[in-house]
Each structure stands twice: as C-alpha cells, then as structure tokens.
Nanobody, 122 residues
Framework: QVQLVESGGGLVRPGGSLRLSCAAS????????VGWFRQAPGKERESISCISNSDGSTFYANSVKGRFTISRDSDKHMVYLTMNNLKPEDTATYYCAADEYDCQVIAGATNWGQGTQVTVSS
C-alpha cells in the first residue's frame, strides 16, 4: 500500500498562490494516477484535478480551471498542485489520492493522504 503525504497548505490572501505537494512512501508516484480533492466544512468532497498515469493527460474541475495546475516531477517522485488567484471559496482541506487506474475512477482510489488545510482569507 502507498502512504501519501500532502504538504504546502497554509493561510493566503485572496489572489495569492500556493503549491501543494503529494509525496508517497512505499512506492513511487510515477506509475500512479494521482488526483487532488478538497472538502470544505459541511460540503461534499470535490474532485478538482487529476493526472493520468497512462498518457499524462490532466483533468480540472470547472471551479479551478485556469487557476490550478497539476504536474508531476518524476525525478522527485512528487505530484504538485499549483494554485493561483486563490479565492475564499477555495478554503478547504486538500487531499491527494493515487491509484493504478485512470482519472475517471480516481474517486475510488485506495490510497489517500491525510490532507493539508488551505485557508484563503484577508
């Protein structure tokens, strides 16, 4: 089983940027499809981005498209979520998930991190 650890969250002002990282132990992320999710208090978990292990194709939810970028660093075995132009509604706990299957089914991934908090506030 893959243990995932997210990092990079924090408090940022509206319009600011953060880069979240997803690291794995027990395996490398290079061969896994990795998705980013978020959940705000009282709201359902939202799938926001994914990068496929097959062809590197990426997916973005409409709520983050044009502002967030998912990327993979195979040398460092990391997956990043770069978040620009952050808004208060982006406030949530962000999770990464990894599995061997494609982005369409990443919500059912067996490997999840503990989450990192992102707060966007002035």
């Amino acid at each position: 089983q893959v243990q995932l650890v997210e990092s990079g969250g924090g408090l940022v002002r509206p319009g600011g940027s953060l880069r979240l990282s997803c690291a794995a132990s027990g395996a490398t992320l290079d061969t896994y499809t990795v998705g980013w999710f978020r959940q705000a208090p009282g709201k359902e978990r939202e799938s926001i981005s994914c990068i496929s292990n097959s062809d590197g194709s990426t997916f973005y939810a409409n709520s983050v498209k044009g502002r967030f970028t998912i990327s993979r660093d195979s040398d460092k075995h990391m997956v990043y979520l770069t978040m620009n132009n952050l808004k208060p509604e982006d406030t949530a706990t962000y999770y990464c998930a990894a599995d061997e299957y494609d982005c369409q089914v990443i919500a059912g991934a067996t490997n999840w991190g503990q989450g990192t908090q992102v707060t966007v506030s002035s």
